[in-house]
């Protein structure tokens, strides 16, 4: 039987408490579960109606940021604004052949490549 859908992707990070403020708290993420787990906490988020989750994990401490998270935004602009009031890095938004992107990492350095949605 093949693959239906991608239900979580693991993102590394050394603090989950400052993740959760990052990744809600700027990016506007909901919390999707956050719960005891027998290696520390269970904590995922995702957009506001999004199918796949991003779960929050710091028990990979050899684990290395991934690069290339690619998620889709309405109005980069106005994330760019929002970035740039949490004082987040960014590139962008830029045109592409393929459309705007806009270009950012979370504190943990996990890249992360936004599409004009």
């Known amino acids: 039987m093949p693959i239906s859908s991608i239900l979580t992707v693991t993102v590394p990070?050394?603090?989950?408490e400052r993740a959760l403020a990052f990744y809600t708290g700027v990016l506007?993420?909901?919390v999707r579960?956050?719960?005891?787990?027998p290696m520390g906490r269970w904590l995922t988020v995702a957009p506001k109606g999004a199918e796949t989750s991003l779960l929050l994990a710091a028990?990979?401490?050899?684990m290395r940021p991934i690069g290339g998270l690619v998620v889709a935004a309405?109005?980069?602009d106005a994330l760019a604004a929002r970035l740039a009031e949490h004082e987040v890095a960014f590139e962008g938004p830029d045109p592409q052949p393929?459309?705007?992107q806009l270009l950012f990492h979370d504190p943990f350095g996990n890249g992360f490549v936004v599409s004009q949605a």
């Open 28 to 30: 506007g993420f909901e």
């Open 74 to 76: 309405p109005d980069l």
């Open 59 to 62: 028990w990979f401490p050899d």
């Open 13 to 16: 990070v050394t603090d989950q």
């Open 98 to 100: 393929w459309g705007r």
């Open 33 to 37: 579960t956050d719960n005891p787990f």
